[in-house]
């Protein structure tokens, strides 16, 4: 991967951030944390599920060590690997055994975004898919003590994902087109494994 490819991949996802997840307030805690500088972007060029794994143990441990004032959150974008759907859900078993073997359970945990995420029970192109999708495959690193005191300040964090809903079916998918948050370096897009 080249640096203009590297930049082009983290702006990428820093535009999806600010457009969609702040924009659209699909997460109410992620604005305090952009303001304040404190999410770290990481793009990976590993090419397999092997070295991703790699990637993202040394990620875990330095948000570990990391100060939340400098780094709250890490998003580890991997758009060489994993990029059908299924196989990167697969991952996720492998990333939370990682937490476990690292142990760091109760300490960090891992979200997941990807371009073709998919919740059960909806079909491909619900737009109710989209407060989970990125421009590319994205793991999450995420401190359990931020997540509690956000959730101590939202009294219904259940409401989050209704309004997430509410929001996306008003603008549609034209709406979310609109927004263009979508990969601006297909050419990294990996094959469809």
Not at 40 to 49: K, Y
Not at 95 to 122: K, M, N, R
Request: aromatic residues 6%; proline residues 6%; contains cysteine.
């Amino acid at each position: 991967m080249t640096d203009l490819q590297e930049t082009t991949v983290r702006d990428d996802t820093h535009r999806w951030v600010q457009r969609a997840v702040i924009g659209l307030n699909l997460c109410p805690f992620a604005k305090s944390v952009e303001v304040n500088q404190r999410l770290r972007i990481v793009v990976s060029a590993a090419e397999t599920p092997e070295a991703l794994l790699q990637d993202l143990a040394r990620e875990l441990l330095a948000l570990r060590r990391a100060d939340p004032e400098q780094t709250e959150t890490t998003l580890l974008v991997h758009p060489l690997v994993l990029n059908d759907f299924l196989d990167f859900n697969d991952f996720l078993g492998a990333a939370d055994a990682l937490v476990d073997d690292l142990e760091l359970d109760g300490i960090l945990q891992v979200a997941s975004f990807h371009p073709d995420y998919q919740f059960e029970g909806t079909e491909p192109d619900d737009v109710d898919n989209y407060s989970n999708r990125s421009p590319y495959p994205t793991l999450h690193l995420l401190r359990e003590d931020s997540i509690e005191k956000a959730m101590d300040s939202m009294p219904d964090t259940d409401a989050i994902y209704e309004a997430n809903i509410d929001t996306l079916r008003r603008i549609g998918r034209k709406g979310w087109e609109a927004l263009d948050v979508g990969p601006h370096a297909p050419e990294l897009s990996g094959p469809r494994d």
